[in-house]
C-alpha cells in the first residue's frame, strides 16, 4: 500500500498571504489555455477569433468558472445547507466547487463574450473545447497535493492510505490521478487530435462534452462519494447523474454537425 506524501498545500507566505498549490494550478490552466489558443489562431485554426480574443475571452470563462462552479456546488450538492445559511454562499474561499456548475457558467460567459464581439457562440465552444482539458488535469493535481477527493477503498497495489482522511490505514484509490489521466491527458490528446483538421461547427464541442462526461462517468466508480450525499439512484453517485446528460448531449451534437458539411 503506498502513503499520500502529505504535500503542505501551502508552498511559501508573503506576510499574510499565502499562495496555495491548488492556486498555483489554475495559474497554469489559464497560462496553458491562452499559450495553446494562441498557438491555434497563428496555426490557422482560430475559428475566427484573433489572438486578442484569447486574452479577454479568459476573463469571462474565469469569471463563469468561479460563479457557476460555486452556484453549482450549492445547487447540486448542499441545496439544503446553503438556503438556511445563505450568507455562506459567498464564502468560496472555504470550499465546496462544481465542475458541472463551473462548465455551465463558461458557457454563459462565453455567450456574453461571443454576444458583445459579434462572435459565433458554437464555433468560439468548438475553439475552446480542445485547450480546456489541460486546465482540468491540473486542478486534479491540485486535488492530489491537498489529498482531498480521494477514491473508494481497494485491494489494487496502488492503492493509496490518506492520512488526511482516514485515520486508519485504508488503502484507497489515488481518484484524482485518474482523473488527471483520463479527464486532462486523455481527453486533451483525443480534442487536440480531432480538431486539427476542420470539422462541422459543433462537432468538436460534442466531443468534449462526450470523452468528458465518459471519463468522468468511469472514474464515479472509483471516487469516494461525498459523505453527506452517498450514493443515489440505480447506486450511481451524483457525479455519474449529472455526467449523464453531457453524454447524450455530446452524443446528439456531434450527430448533429456531422449532417453537415465540414468547414
Avoid at 70 to 93: C, M, N, Q, S, T
Avoid at 191 to 205: D, E, H, I, N, T
Amino acid at each position: 500500500m503506498l502513503v499520500h506524501p502529505q504535500f503542505d498545500p501551502v508552498i511559501f507566505h508573503l506576510g499574510p498571504l499565502a499562495l496555495r498549490w491548488y492556486g498555483l494550478m489554475y495559474v497554469i490552466g489559464f497560462i496553458a489555455f491562452i499559450a495553446l489558443g494562441k498557438w491555434r489562431v497563428r496555426h490557422g485554426l482560430g475559428l475566427g477569433l484573433e489572438e486578442r480574443d484569447v486574452d479577454d475571452m479568459l476573463i469571462y470563462g474565469v469569471v463563469g468558472v468561479i460563479l457557476g462552479g460555486r452556484l453549482g456546488y450549492v445547487l447540486f450538492y448542499k441545496p439544503d445547507y446553503y438556503f438556511a445559511h445563505p450568507a455562506e454562499i459567498v464564502r468560496i474561499w472555504t470550499g465546496g466547487m462544481s465542475f458541472h456548475g463551473g462548465f455551465l457558467g463558461v458557457l454563459a460567459g462565453v455567450w456574453l463574450f461571443c454576444r458583445m464581439r459579434g462572435k459565433r457562440w458554437l464555433a468560439t465552444m468548438d475553439f475552446i473545447a480542445p485547450l480546456t482539458p489541460l486546465g482540468l488535469a491540473a486542478g486534479r493535481i491540485g486535488n492530489f497535493i491537498n489529498g482531498e477527493l480521494p477514491g473508494r477503498p481497494t485491494t489494487l497495489p496502488w492503492g493509496m492510505w490518506f492520512p488526511q482522511t482516514d485515520h486508519e490505514r485504508i488503502a484507497r484509490h489515488p481518484s484524482q490521478l485518474y482523473e488527471f489521466g483520463l479527464e486532462g491527458i486523455a481527453l486533451f490528446a483525443i480534442l487536440w487530435w480531432y480538431s486539427r483538421k476542420p470539422r462541422p461547427m459543433g462537432a468538436v464541442s460534442g466531443a468534449f462534452l462526450a470523452g468528458y462526461g465518459t471519463f468522468r462517468f468511469l472514474v464515479e466508480f472509483t471516487r469516494e462519494p461525498d459523505d453527506f450525499l452517498g450514493l443515489l439512484a440505480l447506486g450511481m453517485s451524483m457525479g455519474q447523474w449529472l455526467s449523464l446528460p453531457m453524454i447524450v448531449a455530446g452524443v446528439a451534437l456531434m450527430l448533429w454537425a456531422h449532417r453537415k458539411p465540414a468547414g
